[in-house]
């Protein structure tokens, strides 16, 4: 590749010991924590469109309906990501995360408009609302994690990654307060998706709060497909894609899987998974600094598995706390382990493209994932088959190989970059 296509990384400006010094006290100042109650409300709002299959069933639509939607929104995602990173490197983190959260409230409530769910109005408003949320989140890790040091980048992540818990224990809550009773009425689901509206516009206020970052004198076109070349992050990107899928699934599917099951609420699952998420995130915030990628990763795929294992445990609503403690855990130990992860391996001036690129196999997971385990549901219960066990047993041999994979790959190892 001739060197002209991306600058080498000798060409980072190196920071002072002074400025680095500087730089590792104010990592939790002010701007961190107005990210942080922007990433919140907007998790909190995210959370309460959990109960999007109670959407999908008032409109007449089955689990397979519930896989395509949530699977074919995942587009509208992944078309962002590829302009996403560009936009981010080039007009700054705050610009498009302003733009996402208005289009999250505004695809939240165009959901008010539709009737039915075998028209093309809800596939494109979910491709809106996936866009929205893909623009949000990557925006914000995007913006925090270029304020902080290269050496904290994980434990900085991980820590903005607490307000997600947060906000996932409060928004289902909400979901259960609005969706009470067997027989669920419009209003409501207008109620909730109006709250959810709402709530993103409250992110928008703390968004607004921060400060700009440093305009660049010069903007020279960025070679995207050169730089991801150059700084291939490898198999970990098959990783980030597994983690997406079964991350997902609890958000897709949890709701139709308690219905089957008779159960009406679910907010016991996201109350425990959100609480040992947090523990696990604040009691293990270095562990990626500490011990690196690899560990932490095999640890959360072994958590991955035993929490999609554990479903099939279920009987009550109380017993939902079993998966929530294995999938909670997982979730705190491989989303900033992955992110952190394909970030070392790309200068900081590329920072925009490295995440959007790990988020945007996360999205690969679930445009996949989604509506193959939809399919598999439908599938097995025409061949009379029990249709959750035949997909969770799915869903654990694919992260048992994604694991044995990853582990076999010796070559996994990020290089350091300077920054």
Known sequence: MPTSDVPPDSSVIRSSPNHSLAAERTVYDSTFWFCY?????????????????DLVRFLGGSEMDLGLIVGVGMLGALATRVVQGIGIDRLGAKRIWTIALLLFASSTLAH?????????EIYLARICLTTSIAGAFGSSLTYVSLRAPQRRMAETIGVLGTSGFIGLALGPTLGDFFLTGEDIVWPQLARLLITAAALSLVALAFV???ANPPRRSRIR?????A?????HPGWILLVAAAVGLVLGLPNTFLNAYAHELGLERIKVFFLVYAATALAVRIRFRQLVDRWGVLPAI?????????????????WNEWSLAVPAVFAGTAHALLFPAVIAGGNASFPARYRGISTTLMLAMFDVGNLIGQPSMGGLIEGARHLGLPPYAVMFT?????????ACL?????HERPRSVSV
């Open 221 to 225: 076109p960025i070679p995207v497909f």
């Open 37 to 53: 109650g922007a990433n919140c409300s907007l998790m909190m709002a995210v959370s309460l469109l959990f109960r999007y299959a």
């Open 394 to 402: 799915t869903v654990a041999m694919v992260l048992l190989t994604v």
């Open 208 to 210: 607004l709060g921060i």
């Open 112 to 120: 008010l408009a539709i009737t039915r769910v075998n028209g093309p």
């Open 227 to 231: 730089v991801l070349r150059r700084y």
């Open 406 to 410: 990853y582990g076999l790959s010796s």
């Open 298 to 314: 095999q640890w959360g795929l072994g958590s991955a598995i035993l929490s999609v294992v554990s479903y099939l445990l279920v």
